[in-house]
């Protein structure tokens, strides 16, 4: 190739253009040439020596000249139909290829709204709550380039980006100025080349990269390398602002992107509905509530009977909150109901017409609303709108200081019910109004406006059933009977005798009856609530619709609980607050399936607590506790008026025959409910008391759920079930807890008053061991709970927020790169304007533009495949924890129905499998949950490596990972230690300071005895001797 001086000048000074823009835009085909040339040779249309194979030859030849060498050697003959098909699908593909470039460059050049469309692909359109853009003018503080809500608050810049900003400035002056030293030098060499050799030599050419050296990109290198350090305002040059154009131009793709997957998904990122995020609660076991009920209501009974105990206190419902307290109904002085004797919340019940009109106006469309005329309304904010506390008691508005000892002034003669509030949330006052209904309803007959009831109900008639321990055993009705001259036929017609469900009246009441009341009735009252609760957090009706809960439709309202049926927004969408935060934001939503799960449980398990037994009982089991060093029997033991069964406890009112009566048919009513074991609610899974206490601790925080129940909540997404099952083991464990500590307190009190009696301190040690377990136990419910619903629902977000900073933290980084990497454009060597050195840059500025997207991806995918996984998890474990330690016997297990199988494993094992294997289970799922979620960090960290750049990615290597690391390893390990030295301090304060006073004591009465036998003796010895 001969050189001259114009060429040489050209060479050096020509950028080149058009014959570049020719070789990007007309290059690049030949390889596909080349292709249907192999494809023609193959069909036969193409000879094996023809001049397009030959190396010297092959570029000469362009897709026209091969079409048309092979149409040559068609002959349209039947024998070469074969080739003319092959032929004619060749040209046909040829000509659609072009007419669809056509078209595209069609479309581009006439179609304005093609050019729009990608402007607003790549725009934000709510930038000042954009919480990636926040962050970014945060960390610069650059005016006019993201316009978030942080530019929009004064100062700004802030001085601490000012001084950054002069930090940059100095940082890029410098990098230019050792830009143009290395442009000087390449010009001095260059100068000195030509003048000596007449021609550039080989240092100032590029490798082509097939071993040749061709023309030079090295003043087009020269040219973009200046342009990327032109300084410009605050401080950064014009390669930094296109970094920080590029990092928002990649933020409004991926904030878009996440808007319009959300747009196609739905209400939600899942795509799911509300029924597939929302677990039903478990049908708990209210049976020791609703015979607490029956007893309270007894009692409340019993104070009305005025024909027999006129001077009996009676016992009305009052809510009482603090030092304030209503009366829950209405009550008059005349019998035409026009003179207010107390003023309560209602009217009182129309016990004589039990198909009338309710006097209870809640609904569920005014609840939602707070509609100050709905009765629940008006006593939730009678409670300031805390936990309701009904309180069965004696007030005397004549008087209305006489119990002034007592909260509310009112006595609390027939016992007190608490009904949780949970919280203000759809679910948390539909549970808390449900359970409100079911109370007074059991205790005061009180039905919902559909409900339909007659007088031959047998539910009518419980009133009759709950008085007839006191009506058998009473002497002072005896004597009633005897003054007014009632027969025993009259007796027994006026109240009950003649029901044959309740049996004669000179015995107690059939047990049938109470299992029919408890099974066809009350039951349901109970168990309503919790469906109530999942309506409105499903958009669903399963309290209405669904026949088994509540058959007689005697507890249900008369519309649905859903949250479109109340008006209330869907309390799982994808807000459009949480939108504006754009993809900076993504992660906040998945956090509202653990909070909203795990706020139905809590509502649905905060069932009514009767905090108090009526008074009579009360007084008796204090009474006990001091005096009876054990109490042997059953629960209702405590509450018997026979002390050690010798002697009467004594009573404040002992001498009122009526407290006495009223006491003993309370216990023995007592002893008719709970000693029953038959008398319990059926459709819940119950298992058999152990005898082990570590066994008995356990299945007190494990009873009441199963891990492996996929028949309820078989569709519903893993994430849901999880955390309800967390927020069940943190309510558990925490009740646990108490009860663990109340085991040291009592522990610790008995070491006290045990002096050196050694039967008493093997009981104090007896209680410290069973708080110990207790405690154990709890604490190991706690840390499953605390990693099922806190830190497992909160994982999408907390590693999708490290990515967004790790994000801005890569921007910062290219920031101080920037000037290094335009410094690289000025080496020789290497194809295209890039060369060898600078190409890393390039897909690194790609990296800031496309990691948001890919961050986007990485949290879609990783919340999809720790579903999948855990699915199949939940599909094997119980399988091959059956296989691993036994399973059910084959004839067993055939005949096991629906509600069976949902203990198929409680059936297969024992408590204390039970518990190590949810231990496992929870180890391996919070595995998955861990390997799931990294994937937020690990496909835009790796995902560089598919452009085939040998580029590293900024984020590949990271200190973050490791903090992410710190946090979901060990932070469950030292939550559980710290919850283990919070249970020592427990035990060391309640029980072990106890145990060493007494200790202590007994060693001090010793020392004390031995010195006072020492001196006897001594003084013995020496009145001996003087004898």
Sequence with gaps: MRVSAGSALNYATMPGIFPRLKDILFSGFGLVTQLIAVICFMAGLLPKNHPCF??????????????????????????????????????????????????????????????????????TTNPSNDIAFMMLDKVFGIPGIFDSSISLTPPFPAPFHTALHELFRFYSWAVFFIALIIFLYHVVHLILDITQTGKVTEHMSDDDGNGTRGFSWLPIRFVFCFGLLI??????????????????????????????????????????????????????????????????????????????????????????????????????????????????????????????????????????????????????????????????GTFYPDDPDLYKEYPGKVLPTCGEVTIPVTSLTGEGLFAAEGYFFAVIQTMFEVYRPMSVVTADDPIEDMWLALMREYLRTSGSVRNA???????????????????????????????????????????????????????????????????????????????????SAVGKQNP????????????????????????????????????????????????????????????????????????????????????????VEQATSLYSFCTM??????????????????????????????????????????????????????????????????????????????????????????????????????????LIGLTSGFVLYYMLPIMPFIYFFFAVGRWVKVIFEALVGVPLWALAHMRVGGPGLPGSAAIGGYFLILEIFIRPILTVFALVASFAIFSALTVGLNTV??????????????????????????????????????????????????????????????????????SGSGAQSFGASDVSDELIDEWQWNLPQKFNISTRQIGEGVKDALYTSGKNANEKNVAEAKSAKAKADAEAETKAKAEGQKQ
């Design 572 to 659: 799982l969408l994808m807000t459009v607050g949480i939108l504006e935060y754009g993809w900076g934001g993504a992660g906040l939503w998945y956090n509202k399936i653990g909070e909203r799960n795990g706020s139905l449980y809590t509502a649905a398990s905060a069932v009514p607590i009767v905090s108090k037994f009526p008074i009579v009982m009360q007084q008796i089991k204090d009474q006990r506790k001091k005096t009876d060093t054990q109490i042997e029997g059953g629960y209702c033991e405590q509450f018997n008026p026979r002390k050690s069964g010798t002697s009467s406890v004594h009573l404040s009112n002992e001498r009122n025959q009526y407290a």
């Design 877 to 946: 474990f119980t399988l091959i924890s059956v296989n691993l330690f036994g399973s059910v016997a084959p004839a067993l297990s055939g005949t096991l129905n629906a509600a069976q199988q949902l203990s198929y494993a409680s059936l297969a094992r024992g408590m204390i499998d039970q518990f190590f294997l949810t231990v496992f289970y929870i180890f391996l799922v919070y595995t998955i949950g861990v390997g799931s979620f990294k994937l937020i960090d690990l496909i835009p960290d790796n995902i560089m490596r598919w």
């Design 231 to 392: 300084p410009f305002g605050y401080g950064l040059n014009s390669g930094q602002w296109i970094t920080l154009y590029t990092a928002k131009y990649g933020s409004g793709l991926a904030t878009n992107a996440w808007i319009a997957y959300n747009g196609i998904t739905g209400n939600n990122p899942s795509g799911d509905e509300n029924t597939k995020l929302i677990a039903k609660p478990p049908v708990l076991d209210n049976s020791g509530l609703i015979k607490a009920l029956f007893l309270l209501n007894s009692c409340r009974r019993i104070t009305l009977l005025n024909e027999f105990n006129p001077d009996a206190p009676q016992a009305y419902p009052y809510i009482v909150n603090g030092s304030k307290s209503k009366s829950l109904f209405t009550y008059y002085d005349d019998a035409a109901n026009t003179i207010v004797s107390e003023q309560g919340f209602m009217e009182e019940p129309d016990y004589d017409n039990p198909g009338g009109p309710t006097p209870y106006n809640a609904s569920l469309p005014k609840i939602a609303a707070g509609d100050a005329s709905d009765h629940f309304i008006q006593i939730l904010q009678f409670s300031d709108f805390r936990d309701i506390k009904i309180v069965i």
């Design 673 to 778: 409910l709970f000693e029953n074991q038959a008398l319990n609610q059926d459709g819940v899974t119950r298992m058999s008391a152990p005898t082990n206490p570590i066994e008995k601790t356990i299945q007190t925080f494990f009873s009441e759920f199963q891990i492996f129940n996929n028949i309820d909540n078989k569709e519903v997404t893993p994430m849901a079930q999880l955390s309800s099952v967390g927020r069940i083991l943190i309510d558990k464990a925490i009740l646990g807890v108490t009860a663990s500590a109340a085991s040291y307190a009592a522990g610790g009190a008995a070491h006290m008053a045990a002096g050196d009696d050694k039967i008493a301190q093997a009981l104090a040690s007896g209680l410290g061991g069973l708080g110990s377990a207790a405690m154990t136990i709890a």
């Design 54 to 123: 030959s190396k010297e030859n092959y570029k000469e030849y362009g897709l026209t000249r091969i079409l048309a060498a092979a149409a040559s050697s068609v002959e349209f003959k039947w024998k070469n139909i074969d080739k003319i098909i092959i032929f004619s699908m060749i040209v046909c593909g040829t000509v659609i290829m072009w007419l669809f470039i056509a078209a595209a460059l069609l479309y581009i050049v006439v179609s304005p709204s093609f050019a729009n469309g990608i402007t607003a692909i790549l725009q």
């Design 481 to 563: 009977r005897n003054m007014k001259g009632m027969s025993d036929a009259d007796f027994e017609t006026s109240y009950g005798g003649n029901i044959p469900l309740m049996g004669p009246i000179t015995g107690p009441v059939y047990a049938s009856y109470w299992n029919t009341m408890m099974d066809q009735y009350f039951k349901y009252a109970f168990k309503i609530p919790a469906y109530t609760a999942y309506d409105f957090l499903a958009d669903t009706d399963e309290a209405f619709t669904n026949p088994t809960v509540d058959p007689k439709k005697l507890y249900t309202h008369d519309s649905s609980a859903a949250f």
